[in-house]
């Protein structure tokens, strides 16, 4: 049966370590961790794919309005969840998909055996199956960091703070935590994502920070994806 799209508001901001940790101060009453980050958080590694024309760069690059793309993520390097995931954006909009894959369909995505994926009970496979063949998505970059997790069931809320951002080099391999990261972010810098459906209750937008002064469009698919591609330097955050 068709199913509708829901999207979902996505804010962003780029924020200090001590904004971080006073927004923090201010959640803690009215929201509470997320139950599945153990130690008051968790590790995120997704290998982001991109097509034949680095079409996902390209367009966030260039302020498309409407775009998507494709990652296969785990958490705290294990294989306990592997999920296909296709983010589709439409401005401060999200909707996200997801599939589950086990360890050998992930290794058999990067070997390019990709037989397995039309022959899939799940949507989302079979359309990245002829995203693979067709426009030769490829696996691009892997963005790895740390996140605490913020929820509260009013108006669906929920917030994160992603540290450490970095682009792990080497390999592919999701499951080495080995992997060298590249950091992509000026230092005592996160990121700070709300994510809301229906509504975002004032005690909540009252402690966010100030919309004019920090909200940013700020991809850390595309801060990885230019370090790794060494376009910039090391210092490409600064002006030239």
């Known amino acids: 049966m068709w199913k509708a799209e829901r999207y979902r508001h996505e804010w962003k901001y780029l924020i200090d370590t001590a904004q971080k940790e006073a927004i923090c101060s201010r959640l803690a009453p009215v929201m509470q961790l997320d139950p599945n980050a153990a130690n008051g958080g968790y590790s995120l590694r997704s290998l982001y794919f991109d097509d034949y024309f680095h079409s996902a760069y390209a367009e966030k690059d260039a302020g498309i309005l409407l775009r998507k793309k494709y990652r296969i993520r785990i958490y705290n390097y294990s294989d306990k969840s592997i999920k296909l995931e296709r983010k589709k ?116 937008r009252e402690i966010l920070p100030d919309r004019a002064s920090e909200f940013t469009a700020v991809s850390k698919y595309v801060l990885c994806y230019t370090k790794t591609a060494y376009r910039c330097g090391f210092e490409y955050w600064c002006e030239d």
Not at 93 to 101: N, V
Not at 169 to 193: A, N, Q, R, Y
């Open 89 to 204: 954006k439409s401005g401060s909009y999200i909707y996200k998909e997801s599939a589950k894959l086990t360890r050998q369909q992930f290794y058999q995505i990067l070997d390019g055996d990709y037989g397995f994926l039309l022959a899939s009970d799940q949507p989302l496979c079979r359309e990245f199956y002829y995203e693979c063949v067709s426009n030769v998505m490829r696996p691009q970059t892997i963005v790895d960091y740390e996140r605490q997790p913020w929820i509260i069931d009013a108006g669906t809320v929920r917030i994160t703070f992603d540290m450490d951002v970095r682009a792990a080099v080497g390999s592919f391999d999701i499951f080495d935590p080995t992997l060298p990261g590249l950091p992509v972010l000026e230092p005592g810098k996160c990121v700070m994502e709300v994510k809301f459906t229906e509504f975002i209750p004032n005690f909540v």
